[in-house]
């Protein structure tokens, strides 16, 4: 399951899918959310999403189901996107992350799961 933080983040994940949209990759960030939301048992945990500080990215952390009906805290990361802004993912404002990917294969925007 993949939810929201909070209407930050649903605002933003509206605005993300726009842009992805405009830049002919909403079916690469649909794949990528997907992926996300089905990390572990998908009925016993949960992919939550948080706006991240670098543009067009999220912060998220994904939650067990625990037998009491409440989410516990498992593991977190990033999805971050990469493209011309940040060097393709070279480590460089703004985003500040690496992404082996495009450094060692063709450069090209897109999302990438950073944890």
């Known amino acids: ?11 933003h994940l509206e605005e993300v899918r726009q842009f992805a949209d405009k830049a002919g990759l909403r079916a690469d960030l649909e794949a990528i959310l997907a992926r996300l939301a089905s ?5 016993k ?21 625990m037998e009491d009906g409440t989410y516990k805290f498992n593991f977190n990361g990033g999805l971050i996107y990469h493209g011309p802004h940040d060097g393709f993912g070279d480590g460089s404002a703004p985003s500040f ?6 450094i060692f294969g ?3 925007p897109g999302w990438s799961i950073h944890t």
């Open 1 to 11: 399951m993949l939810k929201c933080f909070d209407d930050l983040a649903e605002k």
């Open 39 to 43: 990390w572990g048992h998908t009925d």
């Open 45 to 65: 945990s949960r992919c939550v999403l948080l706006k991240d500080f670098a543009p067009m990215s999220f912060a998220f952390h994904i939650e067990r189901l």
């Open 97 to 102: 992350s690496v992404d082996l990917g495009s």
């Open 106 to 108: 063709p450069q090209k």
